[in-house]
Structure formats: C-alpha cells, structure tokens
C-alpha cells in the first residue's frame, strides 16, 4: 500500500469511510438549476467511481435570505427534495456517500435580501445587509434544521454547517461584522450562540445516524477576526453539540491574503489543523492546497488531521484517488490551484469547469468515445493545445504523430511555470508526457514540420501558438532590450533597473520573476506566511500580523498605454493577489504611458504630456502576441486544410484554459 494512512478506513461510528479523503465543496453552478440535476449526478457519479468515499456539494442555501445569487441552489421546500434525490441515488449507486452543504451567505448575498448581524456591508459586495432581529435569528436557526430534515429525505448521509469563509454563522462569530448588543452579541458567548444553536437542534432533528460536519475558521485573516482563544472555546462547544466531524475553513473572502491560488504553498494550512487537534476528540478535516498524494499522505502520517479535503484537484482529476492507490501519482492530472475554470467562473456566474480538465461539469457533454475508424493524424506544436488534442486523439483511436520544433513538449506553458508562484504548472507537463506514452501518440521533439511533411496525412491540427509582439520604437533593436521569452529563459543578462512594456498577464509575471529572489516564497511557509503577514504562533487577533515582505531583487516599472489601474483584465479571484505582490515589492505601476525612445540614458516616456526618463539598464518587452500560423497559408497553398487551435486560431485573450478546452473539443469531433 503505497499511501497507507490515506487509505486506512475512518470509523465514523454508525458508518466507515474507505479512505481519508473528503471531497470538499465546490460550487459549480450546475446546483442552482433544476434541469442541470442530471448534470450535477454526473459530475458526482465520476467521482465516486474514482474512488472517493465521501462528498460535500457545493453550498446549498436554507433560505431566499441565505441565498449567495439571485435563483440560487437552496433546499428548504417540499418540492426541493426530489431533485436532489437523482444526486444522493447516483453516488449511492457508485457506493459512495454525500452530505450537503448548507450555505448561508450572510452579507455576502450578492441580492437586495441579504441579511447579516449587523448592518455592515461587506467590502466585497455592493448590497448592504438588514440586521436580523431576534426573531429573525430563530427564523434562521429554524432554517438551517428545515434544510438539514430535507437533505435527509432526499438521501443524503449528512450536512455540512457552512461555519466559515466570513459567510453569515462566521459573521455572528466576529467582532468585526457582529456589533449586536442583544442575546446573539456583545460578549463571545452571545456571539458563539448562533452555530451552537444550529448544531444542537438540528443534532435533535436528524438523530444519531446521520453526519453533521461543521465547518469552523480557524483563522479569519481579516482584522476583527477571532482569537485563537475564542476559536477552540467553539470547537469545543461545537463538539458537544453533536457534530460528527470539523472541517477547516481558512480565511474570508474579504481577507488580503490569499489562501488557494497557486503561490500559497502546498498544505500552507494544515499546522492550524493540528494545532485544534489537541483540543478536541471528534475527528478534523484540513484544507487549502493539498493536491498530491504524498502531500496529503505526510498530513495525515504527521498526525496533522484525520482527513484531507480536497474539492478543485478532484474536478482537476476525477480517478486521483484510484491512482493514488494504484501507485500511479504520475498520472494524477494535477490541480495548478489556478482558478481559472472553477472559482473565476462561479464568481462570474458561469458554469465552473477546469483548466486542465475541461470535462469537469461537461461530463454528460464532452464525451470521449471510441473514433469510427482509425485516421493517421498530424498535429503540429506542443503547446496546450496540442497536447491536449493529440492525446485525445489517441485515446479514440487514431494514429497520431505530434510534431514539436523546441526540444520539450510546453509551449508558452514552459515559460509560465518558471514565474516565482507558478511552479505547479510543470505537473501539467509531466501529466501530458506521461498521456504522451500511455496513448501511443508519436512525439517528434526538435522537429519543425513543413507542408512536406504534412502531406500524407488524413487530418493536419494546427496548434502553433503565438509569437511574442514586436516593439515599434526608436532604440527597440538594442542589446538591452529584451524580449520576455528571452528573460524567462535564462538566454539574456537582466540589469538592477527594468523597465516592463506591457502590463498583461506576461508583463505581470516576469516583473514577479524580476523581483523575487529565489527560492520562492511558494516553496517555504514559514517564509510565505511572515511575507503576507499570517500569524503562526495564533496569538493575534484574527491571525494576522503586518506582512514583512523580503526586498525586492530589483528596482521595476511596469507600464501600459492604456491610463488607469494596471492589472484590471487579470483574472477575476487572483488578479488582486499579483497587483499586491508587485506592490509590496514596490514595483512602480504606471498607466496613459506614451513610450518615446530607448537610448543610453534609459526609456523616454511621456505621462500627461510630461516628459520622464526612465534610468532602467534593460528593457523587457511583454507586448502582447500575434498568431503563428505561416504554415496554415502555406498548406491552403497547397490546397490542404489544417484545423487551427489555441493561439494560432486566435491570440487575443488566449490562455491555456482555451488552447486546452478548443484542443480536447476538436478531438473529440474528427
Ligand atoms: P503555445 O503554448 O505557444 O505552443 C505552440 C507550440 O507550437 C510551441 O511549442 C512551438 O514551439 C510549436 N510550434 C510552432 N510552430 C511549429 C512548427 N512549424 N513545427 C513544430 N512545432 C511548432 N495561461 C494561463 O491560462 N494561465 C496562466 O497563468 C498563464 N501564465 C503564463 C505565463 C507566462 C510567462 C506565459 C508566457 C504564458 C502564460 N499563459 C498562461 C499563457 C499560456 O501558456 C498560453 O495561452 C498557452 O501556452 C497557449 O497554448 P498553445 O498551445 O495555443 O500555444
Ligand atoms: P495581453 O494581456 O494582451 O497584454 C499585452 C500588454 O501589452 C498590454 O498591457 C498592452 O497594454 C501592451 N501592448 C499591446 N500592444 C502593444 C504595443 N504595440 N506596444 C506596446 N505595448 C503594447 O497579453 P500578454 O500579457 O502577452 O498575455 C497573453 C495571454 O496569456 C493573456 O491573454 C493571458 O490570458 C495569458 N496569461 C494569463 C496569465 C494568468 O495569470 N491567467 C498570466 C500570463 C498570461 P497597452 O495597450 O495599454 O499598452
Ligand atoms: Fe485546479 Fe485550475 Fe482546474 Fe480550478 S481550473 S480545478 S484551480 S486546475
């Protein structure tokens, strides 16, 4: 048994678990429509089938108050029922087993209902909530037991009390969002009331036999936040309640430190986990960037919890489980902690899906089956989106040979994962190397294929990608200005003084990999946490302290044309985690630049119709990029069609989440 405490059962009492792997709440958006049921049982069933013991939906809301959107997911009525029935019986029928989140969103309701302590909007929603009154704290209360009565008919083997994150329950437990003076604020106690409530009623509603996980932050980030004092005192009260087990929250949504995306180290959490373990006796599930086996296997063996939860690497990869315990970690297609297709898409209220994976949610709609008959098929690059499409294009069946000039397989993505924070990228590498053999795709590394070349082929996929934009100026041709693929690949000297041309994505990115010394901060807690300023030994309020970053290794500017705030078409839930990086490094941003000329003295640039020299010894150009698709005209030359994906269909806005979804699209298709 490769991963032995992983798999070692969990006795739960009037049920055991096969493994010590949750699979924690994810919305994905398909929970808020009665007619995406069938969709949601699908997504669930794949899970189960690879090899999880126990899921957690995404948050269910108990009432039109406690509604996170306007419509949506909530089970409080007769008629809720049924449709989560088809999600209970398909993981059932798998032999799995799901508790439902009960959600209530507080003030973070983005809807005109939404109710909180006290009359505080939250930084992150335009809606200012009504402060319930008490009888409106019953009603709530009643609520939460109404909901948890429901999910048991519809089938579900228990609930999870949605306690943190700065949702309402978190709300009540807060000085910093409860400024209530009545039975449910004032002194800890009165704050605490609310959840202790919840559990103990709804423990008298369900009965023994049924799972009530309570979800507790353990440390809001945020100031006003609780103690640890505070929070063990819950845990314990929370225990007697009669919950079954307690989760990890970590931070609220409003916090300003980030605690899921990609440069949070790996497990960055777990020792607050630990710390809670040797307060209370029921058993502790931890969270937040557990993505690997062994990562979650050294938690577990260090005794840091009982279970791991993992909700965005189980979209990323539905069978992680049943390769972890084949031994097969190699194949385990990796969560990069990006965002991009699940969180960025809830909060932009699309379906949620995954970056890597593009059939999670899809999976009754992007379906892999075996081709027709078998074609010989070219595919040209190995970037994303060829990748991804050569290797589905084998799994069905075809022939394929995927040729790529540079002497790896990556593309652009290469290139990303050396941006300091990025590092998980190259899981994705290794992942489609191994897809590579395991298909029987032919790789042709350090081969620049020609129409020549491309003739015999029944099919030809054109993922060339893109090339970097070149920059019209005065003084661009000389040697101290660089190109961005130059910089990240090590090719070129970079002085103490840069200046960025571009401020996209890319421009971001290399100013990070201009300014951080390395090792990353990615790679060591201990260093991260004291650089955002998370308190580790718990003794301040809401654990937080003034973040101490480490100096930047160079001085930079980074600039745009376009006037404003640099970084506002970043992505939705990580963009403000790269504009605060850059500013803690004191990276200067400037927008409305005009650039003039590059000669001896630096850049030359003009803001406002002031004229400015930049002192800067390097220039690195992040322009943005063009298509590379010289060899789709000289195959219609030859009048042979190529089917263009990724960045050599279109280079505007590209990002990987596209080159892979169009790339696994396509191939499904010939
Ligand atoms: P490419 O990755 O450009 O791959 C094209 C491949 O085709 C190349 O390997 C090239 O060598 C090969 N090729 C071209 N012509 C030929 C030929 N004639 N014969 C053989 N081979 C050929 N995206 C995100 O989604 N999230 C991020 O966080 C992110 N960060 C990034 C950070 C950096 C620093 C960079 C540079 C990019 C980042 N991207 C990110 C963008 C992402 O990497 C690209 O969108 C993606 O790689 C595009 O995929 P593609 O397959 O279309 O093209
Ligand atoms: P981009 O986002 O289009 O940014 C290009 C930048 O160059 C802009 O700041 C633009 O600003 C500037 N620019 C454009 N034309 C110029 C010119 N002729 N001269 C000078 N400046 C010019 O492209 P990118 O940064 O190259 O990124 C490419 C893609 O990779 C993006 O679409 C992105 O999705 C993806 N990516 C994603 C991430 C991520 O974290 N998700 C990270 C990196 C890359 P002005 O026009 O205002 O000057
Ligand atoms: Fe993980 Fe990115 Fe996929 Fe979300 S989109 S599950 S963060 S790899």
């Known amino acids: 048994m490769p991963y032995p405490h992983l798999f070692s059962p969990l006795d739960l009492g009037h049920l055991t678990l096969p493994n010590r792997v949750i699979m924690g709440s994810m919305h994905t958006g398909l929970e808020d429509r009665a007619r995406d049921f069938d969709k949601l049982a699908a997504y669930f069933a794949e899970r189960v089938r690879g090899g999880v013991g126990l899921i957690v939906t995404g948050g269910i809301a108990p ?16 008629w809720h029922v049924a449709r989560h029935r088809k999600v209970t019986r398909a993981v059932h029928d798998e032999g799995g087993r799901i508790c439902l ?3 209530h969103g507080g003030r973070y309701g983005y809807h005109p209902f939404s109710v909180a302590p006290s009359r505080l909007k939250a930084p992150i929603t335009p809606f200012t909530p009504r402060a319930l009154g008490a009888r409106g704290v019953e009603r709530t209360i009643a609520d939460f037991v109404n909901c948890a009565r429901k999910a048991r008919e519809a089938g579900y083997d228990g609930v999870e009390v949605m306690g943190s994150e700065g949702y309402l329950i978190n709300e009540f437990l807060a000085e910093r969002s409860n400024q209530r003076h009545d039975a449910w604020g004032g002194s800890v106690e009165r704050r605490q009331r609310l959840p202790v409530e919840i559990v103990q009623r709804m423990r008298a509603a369900v009965g023994p036999d049924f799972l009530i996980i309570y979800r507790l932050s353990m440390l809001d980030l945020v100031d006003g936040g609780q103690t640890w004092d505070e929070i063990v005192a819950l845990a314990r009260k929370i225990q007697s309640a009669g919950a079954s087990l307690i989760n990890s929250g970590i931070g609220w949504h409003e916090s300003r430190v980030p605690t899921i995306v990609t440069s949070v180290p790996r497990a960055a959490f777990s020792w607050v986990t630990r710390r809670l373990k040797a307060e209370v006796s029921i058993p502790l599930i931890t969270s937040n960037r557990i993505n690997m086996p062994a990562v979650a296997e050294r938690i577990l063996a260090d005794g840091d919890a009982d279970m791991v939860s993992m909700a965005r690497p189980l979209l990323a990869d539905p069978h992680w489980l049943r390769k972890a315990r084949e031994d097969r970690a190699a194949d385990i297609n990796t969560c990069i902690a990006c965002n991009q297709a699940c969180l960025d898409h809830v909060f932009e209220h699309k379906r949620a899906s995954c970056l890597v994976n593009p059939r999670a949610c899809h999976e009754t709609e992007l379906v892999v089956t075996a081709a027709a008959s078998s074609r010989r098929i070219a595919v040209v690059g190995a970037g994303p989106a060829g990748l991804a499409c050569a290797t589905t294009l084998a799994e069905r069946g075809h022939a394929v040979t995927l040729f790529e000039r540079a002497a790896q397989i990556g593309g652009q993505f290469r290139l990303a994962m050396r941006i300091p924070g990025k590092e998980e990228f190259a899981e994705t590498l290794r992942y489609f190397s191994r897809r590579i053999e395991q298909t029987g795709v032919e790789l042709r590394l350090a081969t620049e294929a020609t129409p020549d070349a491309l003739g015999g082929y029944d099919e030809v996929v054109l993922a060339t990608g893109v090339t970097p934009r070149a920059l019209v100026l005065a003084g661009a041709e000389r040697a101290n200005v660089l190109s961005y693929v130059d910089v990240l690949q090590g090719h070129a000297a970079v002085g103490q003084r840069v200046a960025i041309i571009g401020a996209g994505g890319i421009g971001f990115d290399v100013a990070e ?4 010394p390395a090792p990353s901060p990615s790679t060591d807690i201990a260093r991260w946490a004291r650089e955002w300023g998370v308190d580790t030994s718990l003794a301040a309020r809401g654990g937080l302290l003034p973040p101490a970053p480490a100096p930047a290794a160079r001085q930079v500017w980074l600039l745009q044309r376009t006037p404003g705030k640099l970084g506002k078409r970043l992505n939705r839930t ?3 985690v790269h504009r605060a990086t850059l500013a803690a490094k004191q990276v200067t941003m400037l927008g409305g630049v005009e650039y003039e000329r590059i000669d001896d003295a630096g850049l030359h640039i003009r803001i406002d119709g002031q004229a400015q020299v930049l ?14 698709r010289s060899l789709h005209a000289a195959l219609a030359a030859r009048g042979l069609r190529g089917h263009l994906i990724g960045g050599a269909d279109v280079a505007a806005e590209l990002d990987a989440k596209r080159a892979i979804a169009q790339g696994t699209q396509l191939a499904t298709t010939l």
């Open 574 to 576: 990580t963009g403000w």
């Open 615 to 628: 002192a800067v010894d390097t220039v690195v150009v992040c322009a943005g990029q063009q298509a590379n």
């Open 101 to 103: 989140q009960i959600l």
């Open 513 to 516: 990999f201009l300014i951080e």
């Open 63 to 78: 009432s039109i108050e406690g509604w996170l959107t306007p419509l949506g997911g909530r089970l409080s009525m007769p």
